[in-house]
């Protein structure tokens, strides 16, 4: 598929489908900023699969388009579960950089217990948020073998705690 065709195709869908996504999306969030980064990362992944959305018609497409802005959503959302609530904040800015810090370097102390893949894999999933499909594209490995190394990893990091 040329470069041209990818626009025209990308650049059709993007008009007929966005409004629809958006409108559908911020029923779903409730919110209209996350609906609309959720819809354009959902273009970039068409752009991204061109290749895959040229070899579907248009209602199948449509429906990979929306099945993506879905998954974004869920993993949002899934993120959001796992991240930290704070009861209270630092009284100062200082209070908080020293705390931080201490965070950081505790953290870093604790990665050295683990071997150089294990800690690769571990800092792009929890320190970075990649999924194990992404990481393993990126090392070059099935997501199997990602989400095995994060297994070891965390058992790894559990023996470095119970020891301090």
Not at 62 to 90: I, M, Q
Request: net charge neutral; charged share 25%.
């Amino acid at each position: 598929m040329t470069e041209e065709h990818t626009e025209k195709m990308m650049e059709q869908l993007y008009k007929t489908l966005y409004p629809q996504l958006l409108r559908w999306c911020r029923q779903m969030t409730g919110d209209q900023r996350t609906a609309e980064e959720l819809v354009q990362e959902a273009f970039l992944r068409g752009l991204c699969h061109a290749d895959i959305l040229a070899g579907l018609s248009e209602s199948q497409q449509r429906a990979w388009l929306y099945r993506t802005v879905k998954n974004l959503y869920v993993d949002c959302v899934r993120r959001r579960k796992w991240e930290l609530t704070v009861d209270s904040f630092p009284e100062t800015q200082a209070d908080s950089d020293i705390s931080e810090e201490m965070f950081m370097v505790e953290w870093g102390e604790l990665l050295t217990h683990l071997p150089k893949l294990e800690r690769q894999v571990f800092v792009l999933r929890y320190l970075h948020g990649y999924t194990s499909g992404q990481i393993g594209r990126r090392l070059h490995m099935p997501a199997g073998t990602v989400r095995a190394k994060l297994h070891e990893a965390r058992k790894h990091l559990r023996q470095a705690i119970g020891s301090q």
